[in-house]
């Protein structure tokens, strides 16, 4: 129980079907270096979700888990943003904190499930005589969250409920306001999972240094071009572009190449432009930064993405692709993105992803999740 309107509202379902339900608030950070004045104060949060306990009349327990969530989301945040790659940590949350050390907390309680205010659904079918959990997109197109729990396995959603996943937003708000629950107004929290909405340069500088560089403006009538066939050419298609000085010209100044990533259009401190300016790409070794000018720049729009074979992971691995396969999915990259007609490539290396049309921000360290209807089938992160 997160002291958020959706938790609250998923704990009075779970009672209302019958199950014995008790509540649990986890603490996973404590500096607030970075943190934006007045987002996720969590002693107001757990106040707030002990009041909800004790009107839902459910046990009510608190746990500090800010050692593992350090060791294991936020470490790994400092550690991509040094390489250049941008990582999500909510995805990493759900398949290492809440689904993993939460959930073994709960067990030690005797739970049987873990039940959360996901905007997401499950259901259990038969292959091959075993059972095999689906994860399929929450019934509110505006909320939903499956490509959050992209990286859950079997065994994981196999201990998961999701009580609101057949609901509306509004409707989750109009409940809580008939239980006169304290929730019922509470604004989303924003911001990375657990730490809040941030400064991302201040956040970041607690471990990677500031370093002055330039950023350099790619011409508006920059081209790339694609040579080879087959395999060769979905290599062609799937890699970062790759950009020189020599491709642009000097336009200001940054902090630290590892602060931006692929898309971003703030904090460049660059005007004199009729459209804005987004970061098209970022070179960590040589500390540079490039953009371009418009939604529609070249460079800033990709036809592919490759993903390594060791960082795939199929929610559902009896629909895994063999080598040398080949399918049709509706693919995301970025939460909310509506979903992008692809065909994926299973090769020896990994997976390619080409799309019906070029996508906008390809990021490495994001997480691509491919769907087949209403189901999330897969994902991986984004190598290039």
Request: aromatic letters at 10%; hydrophobic letters at 35%; one cysteine or more.
């Amino acid at each position: 129980m997160s002291g958020g309107v959706d938790s609250s509202v998923a704990a009075y379902l779970m009672q209302q079907q019958g199950y014995a339900v008790e509540a649990m608030f986890m603490q996973n950070w404590h500096d607030t270096t970075g943190t934006l004045h007045g987002d996720c104060p969590w002693k107001d949060d757990l106040t707030v979700a002990k009041l909800v306990a004790k009107q839902l009349n459910i046990p009510f327990h608190f746990i500090d888990l800010s050692a593992d969530y350090r060791k294991k989301v936020v470490d790994y945040m400092f550690s991509e943003y040094e390489k250049g790659r941008t990582p999500n940590p909510d995805v990493l949350c759900n398949r290492e904190i809440k689904f993993d050390v939460f959930l073994k907390a709960c067990e030690d309680l005797g739970a049987d499930y873990v039940a959360t205010g996901h905007y997401c659904r499950k259901d259990t079918v038969e292959v091959n005589g075993q059972p095999v959990h689906r994860l399929l997109a929450g019934s509110d197109p505006n909320k939903d969250q499956s490509y959050f729990l992209c990286q859950l396995s079997q065994k994981q959603l196999g201990k998961a409920l999701f009580p609101i996943g057949h609901w509306l937003k509004p409707e989750v708000r109009k409940m809580a306001k008939q239980l006169n629950l304290p929730t019922a107004d509470k604004k989303d929290s924003q911001g990375i999972c657990f730490v809040g909405k941030v400064d991302l340069p201040v956040f970041l500088q607690q471990q990677l240094k500031a370093k002055k560089g330039d950023i350099v403006e790619l011409p508006k009538d920059f081209t790339v071009s694609f040579n080879g066939r087959g395999d060769d050419k979905l290599t062609e298609f799937a890699k970062p572009y790759l950009f020189s000085p020599a491709d642009g010209k000097v336009v200001g100044q940054h902090n630290g190449a590892h602060f931006f990533t692929v898309g971003q259009r703030r904090g460049l401190g660059v005007g004199g432009h009729v459209e804005s300016l987004f970061v098209v790409g970022t070179d960590v070794e040589s500390n540079i930064v490039y953009v371009g000018e418009g939604h529609e720049h070249a460079a800033l729009n990709r036809p592919a993405l490759f993903i390594r074979r060791e960082e795939l992971h199929w929610v559902r691995p009896d629909l895994a692709m063999n080598n040398g396969e080949e399918r049709a999915y509706l693919v995301r990259i970025r939460y909310r993105q509506p979903l992008q007609k692809a065909r994926l490539y299973g090769r020896e290396e990994g997976m390619y992803v080409v799309f019906a049309e070029p996508q906008r921000g390809i990021t490495p360290g994001q997480f691509a999740a491919w769907y087949d209807g209403e189901e999330l089938v897969g994902s991986g992160v984004i190598n290039g």
